[in-house]
């Protein structure tokens, strides 16, 4: 019985390790490309092992493209958009799920629809608008269209629901406490798990967006993104050249992820203790 228990979790283990192999091949790959010339990367088969011409490749990136500037720009542009979409979305799922107000059910199911509209058939008017607005080639172009997610108001308004007593809220009223003392002191600490998740792929989200801020900006005021297609330029493109600035352009994202990946896995498992 002892031999026969350990075989699914043996299997369970090999199946996790495999899916782990799997998932990380492609940024192991482009290390090994960002690493290597282009020469070697058009071998058959190509080597799996990384090469000496990292540094070269990345100080080709440096020259052919503004890197700093445009890993700058979109740190700033993705760092504002996820606190105004964290932001805006917690109060807007905290007011659409506990508090009540004529018209929640509309406005909320008129927040929802939005997500049905495709993104690209507001760009005409979103160019005009920022046009008018003498925003072209700036950030904010770029910012203030994002700081508002449909997607994050309604996975608030979700996890709000469920996940905080209309009890706490009504203790707390009768100790005297305001509407934005509740949210500062109560919804914000029982929705972190959540905001971890939402900020983590907004921050995803808005650091890989190429088609609005390649409309919106130019060479001069560059994304990360934006800067990538001036990489591996000529008749036949460096590909060595393009992986080394996907692995730069890459690295703030794993930042990221690891520091609001705790607040993740840490959420699920005091909700999993509660449970």
Request: one cysteine or more; aromatic letters at 8%; hydrophobic letters at 55%.
């Amino acid at each position: 019985m002892t031999a026969r228990a350990r075989r699914p979790g043996r299997l369970v283990y090999g199946v996790l390790i495999l899916a782990v192999l799997v998932s990380a091949f492609p940024l192991y790959w482009t290390v090994v490309a960002a690493s290597r010339s282009n020469a070697d990367l058009a071998r058959v088969p190509p080597s799996l092992l990384p090469g000496p011409h990292l540094m070269h490749n990345v100080r080709q990136v440096l020259a052919e493209a503004d890197i700093g500037k445009a890993l700058l720009n979109s740190l700033i542009v993705s760092g504002s958009i996820t606190v105004g979409t964290v932001l805006c979305s917690t109060l807007a799922g905290f007011a659409f799920a506990k508090l009540r107000f004529r018209g929640r059910g509309l406005l909320l199911s008129l927040t929802v629809a939005t997500m049905m509209i495709p993104p690209q058939l507001g760009v005409i008017p979103l160019f005009m608008l920022i046009a008018r607005l003498q925003w072209v080639n700036q950030l904010q172009a770029v910012i203030l269209p994002g700081l508002v997610s449909a997607f994050g108001v309604f996975f608030m308004r979700q996890f709000l629901a469920q996940s905080l007593p209309d009890e706490l809220i009504e203790a707390a009223r009768i100790d005297g406490a305001s509407t934005r003392r509740i949210f500062w002191s109560i919804v914000v600490p029982v929705a972190r798990p959540a905001m971890a998740v939402l900020g983590l792929l907004t921050f995803m989200t808005a650091w890989n967006d190429f088609f609005w801020p390649v409309v919106a900006l130019s060479s001069q005021e560059p994304t990360v993104q934006v800067a990538l297609r001036q990489l591996g330029g000529g008749y036949v493109h460096d590909q060595s050249v393009i992986m080394a600035g996907t692995l730069l352009g890459t690295l703030p994202v794993l930042l990221v992820f690891g520091l609001l990946g705790r607040q993740i896995v840490g959420g699920i498992m005091q909700g999993a203790v509660k449970g």
